[in-house]
Each structure stands twice: as structure tokens, then as C-alpha cells.
């Protein structure tokens, strides 16, 4: 583990109980702060085991930040010295937005999981180009995605990840498209295959041109079996590059933190099993042709492994930070490596839908 990431992991036990007192945005807030004058990391965490390859781009190793933590690209910089191998940040919209009013960040510590209603808050799309180019500008040693989304008001949000195609590609090594957050409403609609498609076609017909960006999609887990098989067919219709599963759930599992009958989208160690099987769904609906991004829950390298075996190419983190400390990613790559070197593979990328 890199010294930044042991060093991080040290300080973070000493000030978990002080953090925890705190309300959840304000210590997120915080903790962007703290990590803001960071250096600009030079290196990543590889090894021959993890480097991996997607939609044309070489990720160093397959263990992302999750869109959310870094919504700004306030910290994009500095993420890669705690191993991550790459860094989405967003969600962005074309104008600034507040987002829904607070509380909307809850934790639920004896749950280990986090409901938030945040409501795409973020300073929009123009703010983050101009730190994101000087972030260009400087280089970045892993790939770096851009998660757009539509404005709450918007009258065509269509016309919103349009929008966002023309103002972000330039910038990302990929681009997402969100539709799956539950805090926005009516968002999760644009799923339906018919407004899937025509929305596809918006961010294609906007990518620059010679100059188009790997699209990825971030769906839901709150999916039927017949709405699986039409995005998939939607995604190989359109040469869709990835599709991320999953964003948080409006499901409510057992749960027993005093917050539990917060609305919002919930993540954490309860999204973990309904985030798996939704993994192993699209991988079997797709018959392993649409590359999958897994994100939900995963909090430990076996927990990253069973769903690269379950056909995820990546996998994502974010929620687990707020218990594990933010040296969890680099626990996790180097677990990976261990585990795909005991159970015979090369490279972690040859285990990907190569089930158990």
C-alpha cells in the first residue's frame, strides 16, 4: 500500500469517532478540503495482474472511485494515491443546482450504509471544465471518467446529456450517462427503451466530431428482468462502451440504524447482494458482450473478485470509504491480485465472467 494510503488509513482511525459526530455532508465537505492541496499524483498502483484494458483505455488497476465523492473534480488529482485506478467524478449538469434541501446524507453505522437524497447538487458544468482542463493540462496517471446528468427543471433532459456530451467529452477519457439516481424525479423513466434510445442518440449525435468518447451507462438495480433485456439490447444496438451496475436502491432490506426510514437511494453492505445479482443478470442477458462496470456495496477485495467473476471488467467504490478509511481501494487492487494469482489467472482480466 502506498504511503499516502497508510498514512491516510492511520489518521482516519484516529478522527473516525470526531467525523462520525458530525453531520454526514459536513464531514464529506471536510474531508474534500483536507484532500484538495494534496499533490497531483504522478503514479498508480499496477502490476502486470491488474493493468486491464476497456473501451480502448489501459486502467492500471480495475478499482475505481465511484461517482459522488468528488462530484466537482476538486480532488480528482490526488485520488490515484490511494490506489485507485481510476476516477469518475460528477454527477455534473449544465447549470449549477443546490440540489434537495437538508438533511439529505444519512449514515446508518450499524447498517454500514449511507442513504442519501442529494439531488445532483453540484457547481454545473462550466465550474468543473475549467479544473478539470488544468487537470488535463498537468496529466493524470489514470483514466478519468465524467458523469453527466439533466437539470431538475429542465424542460428537455434529452437536450441536458447533450448538453454535457458537447461541454465534457472533450475532457474525459469517458463519459457516463446517469439515469438512475432516484433523487431526481422521473429520471429512472429515461431507462424505458424508447427514451434510452432516443437519449443515446442526443450524446451521439453531440460527441465531437473525430473525437468521440467511450460512453458508459449507469443503471439502476431496481430492475425487472424484461427492462434488463431491453437495455442490453439498446447498449449493443448503440455500441454502448460499459454499463455500470448499479447505482443506490429505493429498496429497503432489514435494517435497523434509526434512519432507515429515510427516502433516498440507499448503498452500502446492504446494496451488496442485490448489486451482485444484477451483475449476473446483464452478464447472462448480454452473454458476456456488454462490458459490465460493478458498483454497490463492494467493500473488500473477495467482495470485488466474486463480482469480477460474476462479469464485471471494473469495479467501483465509495460508501464503504465512510467506514473502511480511504486506503480501501489499494486493500483492495493488491487483495485482487492475491486472490487471482491463488486461484490460477495471469491477470485479474481473465477472470471476468468466469464464475465459481
Known amino acids: 500500500?502506498?504511503?499516502?494510503?497508510?498514512?491516510?488509513?492511520?489518521?482516519?482511525?484516529?478522527?473516525?469517532?470526531?467525523?462520525?459526530?458530525?453531520?454526514?455532508?459536513?464531514?464529506?465537505?471536510?474531508?474534500?478540503?483536507?484532500?484538495?492541496?494534496?499533490?497531483?499524483?504522478?503514479?498508480?498502483?499496477?502490476?502486470?495482474?491488474?493493468?486491464?484494458?476497456?473501451?480502448?483505455?489501459?486502467?492500471?488497476?480495475?478499482?475505481?472511485?465511484?461517482?459522488?465523492?468528488?462530484?466537482?473534480?476538486?480532488?480528482?488529482?490526488?485520488?490515484?494515491?490511494?490506489?485507485?485506478?481510476?476516477?469518475?467524478?460528477?454527477?455534473?449538469?449544465?447549470?449549477?443546482?443546490d440540489g434537495n434541501p437538508r438533511p439529505r446524507l444519512f449514515r446508518l453505522v450499524e447498517d454500514g450504509a449511507v442513504i442519501n437524497r442529494m439531488g445532483f447538487n453540484n457547481g454545473g458544468q462550466a465550474e468543473a471544465a475549467e479544473r478539470i482542463a488544468c487537470l488535463r493540462r498537468h496529466g493524470l496517471p489514470v483514466p478519468l471518467g465524467i458523469n453527466i446528468g439533466a437539470n431538475k427543471d429542465s424542460a428537455d433532459r434529452i437536450a441536458d446529456y447533450a448538453k454535457g456530451t458537447v461541454a465534457m467529452a472533450p475532457l474525459a477519457d469517458y463519459l457516463t450517462v446517469n439515469i438512475s439516481s432516484p433523487n431526481t424525479p422521473g429520471l429512472r423513466a429515461l431507462q424505458d427503451r424508447g427514451a434510452l434510445e432516443a437519449l443515446l442518440d442526443g450524446v451521439a449525435a453531440a460527441q465531437p466530431e473525430g473525437g468521440a468518447k467511450p460512453v458508459f451507462l449507469k443503471v439502476a438495480p431496481d430492475l425487472e428482468p424484461a427492462d434488463i433485456d431491453d437495455i442490453v439490447a439498446v447498449a449493443l444496438g448503440?455500441?454502448?462502451?460499459?454499463?455500470?451496475?448499479?447505482?443506490?436502491?429505493?429498496?429497503?432490506?432489514?435494517?435497523?440504524?434509526?434512519?432507515?426510514?429515510?427516502?433516498?437511494?440507499?448503498?452500502?453492505?446492504?446494496?451488496?447482494?442485490?448489486?451482485?445479482?444484477?451483475?449476473?443478470?446483464?452478464?447472462?442477458?448480454?452473454g458476456g458482450k456488454v462490458p459490465l462496470v460493478a458498483a454497490g456495496g463492494i467493500a473488500s477485495a473477495e467482495q470485488a473478485w466474486e463480482r469480477i467473476r460474476a462479469g464485471a471488467s471494473l469495479v467501483q467504490i465509495y460508501s464503504a470509504m465512510v467506514y473502511a478509511g480511504p486506503g480501501l481501494a489499494a486493500r483492495i487492487a493488491q487483495g485482487l491480485e492475491k486472490l487471482a494469482v491463488r486461484d490460477g489467472f495471469a491477470r485479474v482480466a481473465d477472470a471476468v465472467g468466469v464464475g465459481e
Do not use: C, W
Not at 21 to 43: I, M, V
Not at 67 to 76: C, E, M, Q, T, Y
Open 1 to 97: 500500500m502506498s504511503l499516502f494510503a497508510s498514512a491516510a488509513d492511520a489518521a482516519y482511525a484516529l478522527v473516525r469517532p470526531i467525523i462520525h459526530a458530525t453531520d454526514g455532508e459536513a464531514a464529506h465537505n471536510l474531508t474534500l478540503s483536507a484532500l484538495q492541496p494534496l499533490p497531483r499524483a504522478r503514479s498508480a498502483l499496477t502490476s502486470p495482474v491488474l493493468a486491464t484494458e476497456l473501451a480502448g483505455l489501459r486502467f492500471p488497476n480495475p478499482v475505481g472511485l465511484a461517482p459522488g465523492f468528488d462530484k466537482d473534480a476538486r480532488v480528482a488529482h490526488a485520488m490515484p494515491h490511494f490506489g485507485f485506478g481510476f476516477v469518475e467524478v460528477g454527477t455534473l449538469t449544465p447549470l449549477p443546482q
Open 238 to 286: 448503440k455500441g454502448l462502451a460499459a454499463v455500470i451496475v448499479s447505482n443506490t436502491t429505493v429498496t429497503r432490506p432489514a435494517l435497523v440504524s434509526r434512519h432507515a426510514a429515510e427516502a433516498g437511494g440507499l448503498s452500502g453492505a446492504p446494496l451488496a447482494k442485490l448489486a451482485l445479482e444484477r451483475v449476473r443478470d446483464f452478464h447472462v442477458a448480454s
